[in-house]
């Protein structure tokens, strides 16, 4: 039996790109999805601060996996959109980061989902909206 799209995100999320982006304490259920990151030296920019692209990573890999949480085995998802509203800087002393997702809406072949990051002092230093889209639904093995 084939592992399904949700389990193989979570296995991603713990193995690859867990170790490059220092993701931890993955917890996903039923349409929410939270971790704990820190960054590695190499998202740091050279002002000292974790880079945009780093936040935005997290974002998207958290709404992602809140959306497939709720997914049926066969449904493919892939972001339509995602906007990220930096509202701090985020610096090494505000390690380590919590990231949480929660779906918002199912429209037909649409769900729209909106997240948050908070640093270790709980400020809220991000915050994200996006809309994934269901592209196609994968044939099931016949057993």
Known sequence: MHASLFQQLQAWLVGDI?????????????????FSSQ???VHFNPL?????GYTATLFDAALGLAVYSQAA?????????LQVNY??????QALPLRTEAKVLQRDGRQVSAH???HDAQGQLCASASAVF???RK????AT
């Open 18 to 34: 867990g170790a490059d982006y220092g993701i931890s304490q993955l917890q996903a259920a039923a349409g929410s999805a939270s």
């Open 39 to 41: 960054p590695p030296a």
């Open 48 to 52: 000292g601060g974790v880079h945009g």
């Open 73 to 81: 085995n066969e449904e493919v998802y892939v972001t339509a959109t």
């Open 87 to 92: 509202l701090r800087p985020i610096h090494a």
């Open 115 to 117: 997240a948050t990051l």
């Open 133 to 135: 889209t269901c592209l």
């Open 138 to 141: 994968v044939a099931q093995n």
